[in-house]
Structures are given as structure tokens and as C-alpha cells.
């Protein structure tokens, strides 16, 4: 029977073959069945009356995101007008899906493809890389090109926009991320539109620290007159452009270039917040739901590399290899190599690779399964170094080069 005193402990040292005790802070402790406990549980009457002692301590007193967690037993309440809304637009998208392939004129198709990816750019390069992750810098003139790009997606005003984001990295997939993957496809594409915010989302999107979008007289410009602005970009100006230039009927360029393209990128936006929260690897960190996704990537102009993103959310290419299926980073790169856009922050490659080892699902392709491979055999084989040149990523190649000697 070995007997252990937790205030004055005692251990055998073998080398002084002698009894030695630790030097313990004289404290009495209280104690539980005969064990110990670390501090005293204090009961409260109230929360009100923990809050102001833990306060008072300068206690941390919010959630952490893993508290919070996800209540599968909270019923929403569905918010009828914004779900027979969505509903609606998405019938009438599908006839101007139907009338750009049978009826609209080729410079129309043109047009509605070049308005869709410019609100792509606008939502992906601004809102998201810019506005709110910060991952770098821009000129005036870049910073109204993006905020009308943003404009033309009609995804609500940039304020809002970065808000949500802000929010749902803070705290991903949990009640408070307006759109928790948790709770389904559905719920995180368009049904967190279509319900009343969970009160966790309500009460820490009041604590956000917009403070840098509060100084930016264009970003409070655009929050102010957001519905005369959507008027004007999202909905005028891509329908007057093909009636004016190539004399389309008003009824095909408004069914096109306005409805079917927002609902479209509204779809390609939403699918960043499910799909790529939802189906793929995790070669970054397998702790957390976002993954990457080759397919979100191409219909998001870049931005399904979410495992990399939500690791290294500062990071200006939201990707670890840059410019593969992502038009934006490629976008970013053309504005800083012609002065308009700088000081983009990156993630340093043992950054990655710490990260990768420690918390990743070994999918890497270098820190992964062949990593372990290289580490333990000394060499690759032809067919892994195969499968590596399939993935086309030139800089892991080059950094297999490396490794292998
Ligand atoms: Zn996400
Ligand atoms: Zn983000």
C-alpha cells in the first residue's frame, strides 16, 4: 500500500538512497472524500454575482468557443418573409439561367460572366482578404474598386459582411458562428439566412472589435447608403450596360446579369461556409471542421482552401501554395506588382510545417503520408514522387527536391 501525502509528499531518490521531501508552501487545503482540491467551489446566488466577483479578479468572464459548443435541442425559428424570399429568387434565377443559354445574345453570356466574377473578386480579394482579415494593404483607388466590386454582389453592406466573418472565425462552428457547420449543409449555405440568430450569435457579435471599419469613411459611406448603392450597382448598372451597348431587351439583361449572376455568387460565396467546412482533407489541423476543397476553390475564385485559411487566417493567398484555382491570390499579386496593392502578409514555411506535424490528418502531401515515408525509408518511390507531380504544386515538388538531398 502506497501511501501518498499530498501536503508534505515524500520520495525515494535513488542516488542519495534516502528519503527526501519537497519543500511545500505552508497552505491547508480542503478536502473532498479525502482527496484534496485544488481551490474551494465557491456556490453564487446568481450569475450576476459571479460576473462581478470574477470581474472584480479581472477573471476572463466570456465563453471560450469551445463552452459555448453547439445545443442540437435549440429550435430555430424560421423567418418566413427571408425564406419564401430566397426561395423565390432562386426560381427566378433559374429562369434567367434559362434565358441566358436560349435566348440572350453572346455579349450578354460575356457580360454575366464578367459581372459575376468581378462581385467575386469584390467579396473574396476585398471583403474577405482585405477589409476584414487585413492580410494586406491597398491604395485608395484599390480600395473603391474592391468596395464597388463588393457592392455589385448584393451580400449586404461590407460592415455587416466583415462583422459575420469576423464572428464566424472567432468562433467557428459553434452556436455563436451565425453559420455553425455543425448544424448541417443546409443550415450553413443558406438556412442561417432564412432563421432568428442564435442569442449566442446575437450577444459576441456585439462584442466584434470593428474599430478599424469604424475609421474608414468608404466603408461607413458604403454601410450608410447600402440600398441607394445596390440600386445603382447590383441592380442597374449590370442591366443597363447590355440594353445601351448591344441592344438587349431590358427583361433578358435583368434576368441575367442581375438575377441569375447574384444568385449564383451568392451560391459560390455560401459554399466556402458548408461544403468547405464539411467534405475533404485536413492536412492542416484535423481539430477544427474547415477543410480543403479543390471544387469550392474553383467556383469561389480561391477561397475553398479552408483548413489552410481558418490555420493561417492572415494569410493574403488564404492558401498555402498561392495561385492553384485561386484567381484572387493571382489578383492580389497583379495590384502589388503594379503598386496598388502592399505589404502582404504570408505564412513562413516551418510555420506550416510545425502545424502540419502537430495537428494535421497526415494528408500533406510533404508533411503528410509521404513525409513519414521520407523520414523512415531515407527516399521516395517513382510512384510517390508521381502523385506528388499530379498535385502539379511546384513548390512542394521543389521542396521534396530538397528534402530528399
Ligand atoms: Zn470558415
Ligand atoms: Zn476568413
Request: with cysteine; net charge neutral.
Amino acid at each position: 500500500m502506497i501511501h501518498v501525502d499530498f501536503v508534505n509528499p515524500t520520495f525515494q531518490d535513488e542516488n542519495l538512497d534516502k528519503n527526501v521531501t519537497c519543500p511545500q508552501p505552508k497552505m491547508t487545503l480542503p478536502k473532498t472524500n479525502g482527496y484534496p482540491v485544488a481551490q474551494e467551489v465557491k456556490t453564487y446566488k446568481s450569475r450576476e454575482e459571479q460576473v462581478k466577483e470574477m470581474k472584480a479578479r479581472g477573471d476572463y468572464i466570456g465563453l471560450l468557443p469551445a463552452e459555448i459548443g453547439t445545443d442540437y435541442s435549440f429550435k430555430r425559428k424560421i423567418v418566413w418573409p427571408n425564406a419564401i424570399g430566397f426561395a423565390a429568387l432562386h426560381l427566378v434565377a433559374l429562369y434567367g439561367f434559362w434565358v441566358l443559354i436560349f435566348d440572350a445574345k453572346v455579349w450578354t453570356v460575356v457580360w454575366t460572366l464578367f459581372v459575376a466574377w468581378s462581385s467575386g473578386i469584390g467579396v473574396t480579394t476585398g471583403a474577405h482578404r482585405l477589409f476584414c482579415h487585413r492580410s494586406y494593404k491597398a491604395t485608395f483607388a484599390t480600395r473603391l474598386m474592391l468596395i464597388l466590386f463588393h457592392t455589385l454582389a448584393g451580400q449586404n453592406c461590407l460592415y455587416i459582411w466583415v462583422r459575420d466573418h469576423r464572428q464566424h472565425h472567432k468562433y467557428s462552428d459553434t452556436d455563436a458562428d451565425p453559420h455553425n457547420a455543425h448544424r448541417g449543409f443546409f443550415f450553413s449555405h443558406v438556412g442561417w439566412l432564412m432563421s432568428r440568430k442564435h442569442p449566442a450569435v446575437i450577444s459576441k457579435g456585439k462584442a466584434i472589435d470593428m474599430s478599424d471599419l469604424e475609421a474608414d469613411w468608404l466603408v461607413m459611406f458604403q454601410k450608410e447608403h447600402y440600398k441607394t448603392l445596390y440600386l445603382i450597382f447590383a441592380i442597374l448598372l449590370p442591366s443597363v450596360v447590355p440594353v445601351y451597348y448591344w441592344n438587349e431587351t431590358w427583361w433578358n439583361a435583368f434576368f441575367t446579369a442581375y438575377l441569375f449572376r447574384s444568385v449564383l455568387v451568392l451560391n459560390c460565396t455560401w459554399s466556402v461556409n458548408s461544403a468547405a467546412h464539411l467534405w475533404g482533407n485536413q492536412p492542416f489541423d484535423k481539430y477544427m471542421m474547415p477543410v480543403e476543397s479543390g471544387f469550392v476553390s474553383m467556383v469561389s475564385v480561391g477561397e475553398g482552401w479552408h483548413n489552410y485559411h481558418h490555420a493561417f487566417p492572415w494569410d493574403y493567398r488564404a492558401a498555402e501554395f498561392g495561385s492553384k484555382y485561386s484567381i484572387s491570390t493571382l489578383v492580389i499579386d497583379a495590384l502589388a506588382s503594379c503598386g496598388f496593392a502592399y505589404d502582404l502578409r504570408t505564412t513562413p514555411y516551418h510555420m506550416v510545417q510545425k502545424r502540419a506535424e502537430r495537428t494535421g490528418d497526415g494528408s500533406h502531401p510533404i508533411y503528410g503520408r509521404l513525409a513519414e515515408k521520407l523520414e523512415t525509408t531515407g527516399k521516395l518511390d517513382d510512384s510517390d514522387i508521381a502523385e506528388l507531380l499530379k498535385t502539379k504544386e511546384t513548390g512542394s515538388v521543389r521542396r521534396l527536391v530538397t528534402a530528399q538531398g
